[in-house]
């Protein structure tokens, strides 16, 4: 089975960047397609972003401000995150066809 592990979270300021790589063990291809989730502090988990072959999508919170994308060479699904606003915190995971949920990256932005 493949399994995904997330990192690239850390502290970063309000307006900045952070770039979350899901690394796949496998195929990422075979596990399309991925979604990146974030659980914000008091609410339930959300999905934020999603690729398969030529298709992405976004919730309207993160529109214009995240980007993912997906590389089959070295099988990971990144997600580049810009303009960070404070409601962007919270622990983020990636989640393919099949796969288990990971530990996530945590991700603060705080002046």
């Known amino acids: 089975q493949v399994q995904l592990l997330e990192s690239g979270g850390g502290l970063v300021q309000p307006g900045g960047s952070l770039r979350l790589s899901c690394a796949a063990s496998g195929s990422i291809l075979s596990v399309l397609p991925v979604y990146w989730y974030r659980q914000i502090p008091g609410k339930q988990r959300e999905g934020v972003a999603f690729v398969q072959p030529g298709k992405t999508d976004y919730v309207d919170a993160v529109k214009g401000r995240f980007t993912i994308s997906e590389d089959d060479v070295k099988n990971t699904v990144d997600l580049q995150m810009n303009s960070l606003k404070p409601e962007d915190t919270g622990v983020y995971y990636c989640?393919?066809?099949?796969?288990?949920w990971g530990q996530g990256t945590q991700v603060t932005v705080a002046s």
């Open positions: 989640k393919g066809r099949n796969t288990n």
